[in-house]
Antibody, heavy 118, light 111 residues
Framework: QVQLVQSGAEVKKPGASVKVSCKAS????????ISWVRQAPGQGLEWMGW????????NYAQKLQGRVTMTTDTSTSTAYMELRSLRSDDTAVYYC???????????WGQGTLVTVSS | QSVLTQPPSVSGAPGQRVTISCTGS?????????VHWYQQLPGTAPKLLIY???NRPSGVPDRFSGSKSGTSASLAITGLQAEDEADYYC???????????FGGGTKLTVL
């Protein structure tokens, strides 16, 4: 069965960076893209971007351009999302999901809470 | 301000039918891009409910249905059950932004 398992919760100080991992299993990793979505406390879902696990092409939300980098390691079927220059309003649960820019997200990771606090 | 507009909340009694609207524009829903719907139960990750405007993934009850017309889409839930109490989000692609976009979410309360 398809599973996306994310890394554990993180606490970071403002200005630091965080890297969240998302390990996929149960399907051919390079056949699907991975998207990242975040949800601030009590707020709605925000699309952060997408990476093709086939060729590494990316598409980032304009709001995060310059601060976010998405990568994949096909040898371990793992996707990564790094967010730099963290601010307090980056505090959120970060989700990875299988799916691309024009298709639905059919499987989701369990979420990773990132807390940014001094 | 979300690109896709949903009502903040809807409610209904058990057994009733409710609908949740998702209003977009000519650069997203109106441009022909598919609408997808997600259900998020409290404290859990979102779950795909409807894809490609009106298709249900395996395992989703046929009480849930989706439709799309013009610049809007709708999610209908019939035979409302207590377990349907959750947040619901619509999603599409916006060609002006070149980004995937979500609606602001709708909280469904089962009375």
């Amino acid at each position: 069965q398809v599973q996306l398992v994310q890394s554990g919760a993180e606490v970071k100080k403002p200005g630091a960076s965080v890297k969240v991992s998302c390990k996929a299993s149960g399907y051919t990793f390079t056949s699907y893209g991975i998207s990242w979505v975040r949800q601030a406390p009590g707020q709605g879902l925000e699309w952060m971007g997408w990476i093709s696990a086939y060729n590494g092409n990316t598409n980032y939300a304009q709001k995060l351009q310059g601060r976010v980098t998405m990568t994949t390691d096909t040898s371990t079927s793992t996707a990564y999302m790094e967010l730099r220059s963290l601010r307090s309003d980056d505090t959120a649960v970060y989700y990875c999901a299988r799916g691309g820019v024009l298709v639905s997200f059919d499987y989701w990771g369990q979420g990773t809470l990132v807390t940014v606090s001094s | 301000q979300s690109v896709l507009t949903q009502p903040p909340s809807v409610s209904g009694a058990p057994g009733q039918r409710v609908t949740i609207s998702c209003t977009g524009s000519s650069s997203n829903i109106g441009a022909g891009y598919d609408v997808h719907w997600y259900q998020q139960l409290p404290g859990t990750a979102p779950k795909l409910l409807i894809y490609g405007n009106s298709n249900r993934p395996s395992g989703v009850p046929d009480r849930f249905s989706g439709s799309k017309s013009g610049t809007s889409a709708s999610l209908a839930i019939t035979g409302l059950q207590a377990e349907d109490e959750a947040d619901y989000y619509c999603q599409s692609y916006d060609s002006s932004l070149s980004e995937k976009v979500f609606g602001g979410g709708t909280k469904l309360t089962v009375l």
